[in-house]
């Protein structure tokens, strides 16, 4: 299939020949026959591609601290691998569609094949086909054009806007800019009984205005503008303002103030800033309110990605249910926006209205891409034929996000064979494929388990899909390198053990990539195996948004599983011995989240550890502090940057920061090669989770939990 897509470093547009979209449980998988352009918020992202690295800067100064802050916690040479992956990787672009669902996920029961729908969101992008969780599109009655039902998800922007305006039949509204939003807000309100009025700084936007068929169209800076409006309102003021507006200037927010009855409303729908004069809006007593996007339901997890509505009795307009309303306005004839649509491409020659988009030459207002429906469309993407050797390490990635591309695959270059890779957006696997030369792209992660090619899969997901993508592997004959978790929960957890143990063995190793740290590897060398160890493990994790999906129990598992794990295989791995026991205590934060927390460790051989993960510091502070005692030496590692040794004489090493990722990955393919053990026993993986999940447990019950 065909993907439109922006390169962030350059700018440059292409059309992508990509596989199909991974179809996730709770998700439709729909072939567009349209797709709409926001010249707004599409164009900004178009315009600050296409700006050069120091333009990039100032208008990205949050992305730019974010930066510093990683170079200052990484270093240099990570923070600009990361960086220049996302510059140089294609994006999407899109978020308002419409067409005809072609499969359905796991658990859908709503939707069905054959039906139409308009979808919204993120994955809603221009491409032949998209994969959108169901809470992100409606269906879409066979009477209905379904180019107009492309704008479902602008048309909710303007929809929510009015909605927060709180305007009643027979009042008026003044709409300040009229763009496409702008034009859908009028029209609908019309549609709906009010009496609108807008304005526009442009002359070809009012023009454009008036030719779709809206009478009170006013240029901003008309003789006698105040008046005009004045006059539609009856001398009181406007009912309700609402800003669809983008721009730098403070005038929409003065004027809206000007321009309103006392007690109005005035809403925020476009990009405009609000450092307005105290006046109008003391006088007054004017309401500001702000409109978040398509409404209630943007943004979170668990209503866009797992289908959770909100109940109707307490949220009566979703952004589902603004959709679907503006559907439903097509569907009874009261809303026709035929004549607001001013331009229609094909996706071959889609690059071009961004042109003339940004150019701003002819006046447009919506602007369509069209998608042939007479054509077959291919569901994976073949890059190349290349044939292996069968006792190479022959890898198949399912997931390829960014930890994939920052710390495994540059690493693994020179020490297997890249054959197909499966992630969730097409876009993504292109450009990974074509970085690492993989053979092919595969739609979904099932064709890289069962391909007979493939002897290695590399499992880099979200952590609730890792179960499923580690047994898969395991009954197709593989050896799977999985990041951490390898599990969520000890049900995963023994049905892989369980798995593992009626297969044939082959490697099942976790990402623990500290044990492969050069900083780790000299510190093993000052103690004997039977030594008893007391070791200190501090992390100072740092504060994670609250909806970030890590913290999502059915997602993420939370910090302790998602992270923490990391630090109890180290612990076990200084030791030297299994961990028979667990107890911990936690800080819940704010959010009544377990993120902060201190585990205290038993070693068979009777070394005892102790874990500080704290999710309540500060980024200045270094964010990993190791410290073993024995036998009258301590030895301390900072950072993976100094390793400190105290005993009969005081040795100081440096690294520059080796959390070891490159020497485990490394390690893990030359023992396939090799046809070697695996360098972390499935065993000890098993009990590094086994011991965070038992974590957890102990904070549940206020107890020690014994292992063994």
Same mark, same amino acid.
């Given at each position: ?7 962030? $470093?350059?700018? =440059? !547009?292409? #059309?992508?020949? %990509?596989?199909?979209?991974? *179809?996730?449980?709770? +998700?439709?998988? /729909?072939? &567009? ?28 100064? $949050?992305?730019? =601290? !974010?930066? #510093?802050?990683? %170079?200052?916690?990484?270093? *240099?040479?990570?923070? +600009?691998?990361? /960086?220049? &992956? ?623």
């Amino acid at each position: 299939m065909q993907q439109l897509t922006q390169q962030l $470093k350059s700018g =440059k !547009m292409e #059309i992508l020949e %990509v596989p199909f979209p991974a *179809l996730s449980q709770g +998700y439709i998988m /729909v072939r &567009n026959h349209f797709s709409v352009i926001s010249a707004g918020t599409e164009g900004k992202t178009v315009t600050d591609a296409r700006k050069g690295y120091i333009a990039k800067a100032k208008s990205r100064q $949050k992305e730019v =601290k !974010m930066v #510093i802050d990683m %170079v200052k916690a990484n270093g *240099l040479l990570p923070t +600009y691998n990361f /960086v220049m &992956n996302k510059l140089e990787a294609p994006a999407p672009l899109g978020y308002s569609t419409a067409g005809e669902i072609i499969a359905v996920g796991e658990g859908v029961n709503e939707f069905k094949a054959g039906e139409w729908v308009a979808c919204g969101g993120n994955t809603a992008s221009h491409a032949d086909v998209i994969a959108v969780p169901v809470n992100l599109a409606v269906k879409v009655p066979k009477s209905v054009d379904l180019k107009q039902a492309a704008f479902s998800t602008i048309a909710s922007i303007a929809i929510q806007g009015i909605r927060q305006a709180d305007l009643r039949m027979g009042e008026n509204c003044l709409i300040i800019g009229m763009g496409i939003i702008g034009q859908i807000t009028y029209k609908i309100l019309e549609a709906s009984g009010m009496n609108p009025i807008g304005i526009d700084v442009s002359n070809a936007m009012v023009q454009q205005s008036k030719d779709a068929g809206i009478f009170h169209v006013y240029n901003r800076s008309q003789d006698g503008i105040d008046e005009i409006i004045m006059n539609h309102t009856l001398g009181h003021g406007a009912d309700g303002i609402i800003i669809t507006a983008g721009t730098s200037s403070l005038d929409p927010v003065e004027y809206a103030g000007a321009m309103a009855r006392k007690k109005a409303k005035v809403v925020i729908v476009g990009s405009v800033p609000t450092g307005f004069s105290r006046m109008n809006y003391y006088k007054k007593e004017l309401d500001l309110k702000m409109s978040m996007s398509y409404g209630p339901g943007r943004g979170d997890i668990s209503y866009e990605e797992k289908g959770v509505d909100y109940p109707i009795g307490y949220v009566r307009w979703t952004e589902n249910r603004n959709m679907q309303s503006y559907i439903d306005l097509l569907a009874s004839n009261r809303l026709d926006i035929s004549n607001l649509i001013s331009h229609t491409f094909s996706l071959e020659d889609s690059p071009k209205a961004y042109d003339m988009i940004l150019a701003r030459e002819e006046p447009f207002a919506g602007v369509v891409i069209a998608y042939e429906q007479d054509i077959s469309i291919k569901e994976n993407v073949e890059l190349r034929k290349i044939k292996y050797k069968a006792e190479d390490a022959n890898v198949g990635f399912i997931g390829a996000g960014s930890f994939a591309q920052g710390s495994l695959l540059p690493n693994m270059k020179g020490y297997c064979n890249f054959v197909g890779v499966a992630t969730g957006r097409g876009n993504t696997a292109k450009y990974v494929g074509d970085k690492y030369g993989f053979n092919y792209l595969a739609s979904n992660s099932d064709e890289i388990a069962k391909d007979k090619n493939i002897n290695t899969v590399f499992i880099t997901t979200r952590h609730n899909l890792h179960t499923e993508n580690v047994l898969k592997s395991i009954e197709n004959n593989k050896h799977v390198f999985v990041e951490k978790p390898l599990a969520m929960n000890e049900v995963e957890l023994n049905e892989i053990k369980a798995a593992y143990q009626e297969s044939e063995k082959k490697h099942v190793m976790v990402g623990f990539n500290r044990r492969f740290s050069p900083a780790v590897k000299e510190l093993k060398k000052l103690f004997l195996p039977e030594q008893k160890k007391s070791i200190l493990i501090r992390v100072n994790s740092g504060i994670m948004p609250v909806d970030h999906w890590v913290n999502d129990p059915e997602i993420g598992g939370g910090r302790i599983i998602g992270e923490g794990c990391h630090f109890i295989d180290l612990a076990m791995f200084l030791a030297d011995s299994p961990i028979i026991s667990v107890s911990a205590e936690a800080m819940k934060d704010a959010n009544g989240l377990n993120n902060t927390v201190s585990i205290n460790l038993k070693m068979e051989n009777g070394s005892i550890a102790s874990i500080n993960y704290f999710a309540n510091g500060n980024k200045s502070v270094p964010k990993e502090y190791i410290e073993v005692f024995s036998g009258g030496t301590v030895a301390q590692i900072d950072d993976f940057k100094t390793l400190k040794v105290f005993g009969k004489k005081t040795k100081t090493y440096k690294y520059n920061q080796d959390k070891g990722h490159a020497n485990g990955v490394q390690t893990f393919l030359k023992s396939i090669k090799e046809g070697k053990a695996c360098p972390i026993p499935f065993e000890e993986s098993y009990l590094s989770m086994l011991a965070t999940f038992k974590v957890n447990q102990s904070i549940a019950e206020n107890r020690k939990i014994v292992l063994v």
